[in-house]
């Protein structure tokens, strides 16, 4: 099947085209050429994107579904059970009416860490979560070598005192952290780190790691310049979160979300049934996680667009647009917060066949009314969405 796009303005992941053709063939982006196309697509007024990849989430069964929807062609897990997470890459391989999936699998924390204490809340998926992530009785080379044999495509980190939600909890020794990200490495994996605190952060950015899963949510506008340049000065990249953040101090400023026709009308009703007990408060999460994207934007430190989508809040696929509004309000402007959500997490995590719009590359679309590279919001307005070529 050849698809050819004509007269789209382009965002390719980097730059910006006013006018141009785009030629789908097969699963792949194609050299347009003179042979005639089976359809055409009229993208006048329109913006060509790649599809948008959301770089953490927690994926569960209807999860890669409801990001397709919204024009997630790929997530990036940051911890799955490994019988969710072998179900959940087979149906990522086999179909191409969900999102793409790549994963962490089972997170390292200390005894009782964590997400400990939002695991024994929960029954389900989680039910035999506490201790499997745990790393007792294990070498930092041993829990590597399980990761790998889980399949996964990186390993997560958890650091994290929990005094940002009103706990003390324990956390990993610095120099069982720095083991875990030599032993990483040495199996060639990147290692990411969550932690929310400065004082967390520091200790991940001691241990080397490549990559922290959350801007932090503590630091004051002085501490937060400080801090983003210590993150610029390791190379290290940031996963943003700010919707977390947003949804886990209950901001109001977040509703909007829900309250735009162009999101609620893809929704269902998955946003009724979400029960957000379990989830972390951070009181002054959202002011201080923004001056801290800021910061790390303007020392020119990687951010990378991601929610935290989890099976209470935010919801997948939805919230990423929410977060590409917090990454504008952050200061990014429009086209640098899709390349956070396209080009810039493909880079950092190697995945070299998506994130742009270049011929040979994947055929993961998204084709929108308006112009998101002005109007942030635009992303919402969901004209085509191809995954792997697939018409979705």
Not at 275 to 297: F, K, M, Q, Y
């Amino acid at each position: 099947m050849r698809t050819l796009i004509k007269d789209v303005r382009l965002f390719d992941g980097e730059t910006v085209t006013e006018s141009t053709n785009v030629l789908i063939d097969g699963t792949r982006i194609a050299e347009t050429d003179d042979r005639p196309a089976d359809v055409e697509i009229d993208g006048r007024g329109k913006t060509l994107l790649p599809g948008l990849i959301d770089a953490h989430t927690h994926t569960f069964d209807g999860d890669l579904a409801q990001a397709l929807r919204f024009g997630v062609t790929t997530e990036l897990d940051m911890f799955c059970l490994p019988g969710n997470l072998a179900r959940q890459r087979r149906l990522a391989a086999e179909r191409d009416d969900v999102a793409d999936l790549r994963s962490s699998g089972v997170l390292a924390t200390a005894p009782g860490g964590h997400p400990s204490q939002i695991m024994q809340s929960v029954d389900g998926d989680f039910g035999d979560a506490v201790g499997a992530f745990e790393t007792v009785g294990a070498s930092p080379e041993e829990f590597v070598k399980a990761r790998l044999a889980e399949g996964a495509d990186y390993l997560k980190i958890v650091v994290d005192d929990g005094s940002v939600s009103g706990l003390d909890l324990p956390t990993l020794a610095p120099e069982t952290v720095a083991a875990l990200v030599t032993a990483a490495h040495d199996a060639g994996l990147r290692a990411i780190a969550h932690a929310v605190t400065v004082r967390d952060a520091l200790v991940c950015l001691d241990a080397g790691v490549d990559g922290l899963a959350h801007v932090v949510c503590d630091a004051g506008p002085e501490q937060a310049e400080d801090l983003a340049a210590r993150i610029a000065a390791a190379g290290t990249f940031v996963v943003s979160t700010l919707s977390y953040f947003e949804a886990a101090t209950g901001d109001p400023r977040g509703a909007e979300l829900l309250r735009d026709p162009r999101i609620a009308s893809l929704l269902g009703d998955r946003v009724t049934d979400r029960d957000t007990s379990a989830i972390p408060v951070h009181p002054e999460g959202v002011p201080n996680a923004v001056h801290a994207a800021a910061a790390l934007h303007r020392a020119g430190v990687p951010l990378l667009a991601g929610t935290d989508a989890n099976p209470w809040s935010p919801l997948h696929g939805a919230s990423l647009h929410r977060e590409l509004v917090l990454l504008v309000q952050s200061g990014l402007t429009p086209a640098q917060a899709l390349a956070a959500a396209t080009s810039v997490p493909a880079r950092h995590f190697a995945l070299t066949d998506r994130g742009r719009v270049a011929p040979g590359l994947r055929a993961d679309l998204l084709l929108v009314t308006g112009d998101p590279t002005r109007d942030i919001t635009a992303t919402r307005d969901i004209a085509e969405i191809w995954r792997n070529g697939t018409r979705a």
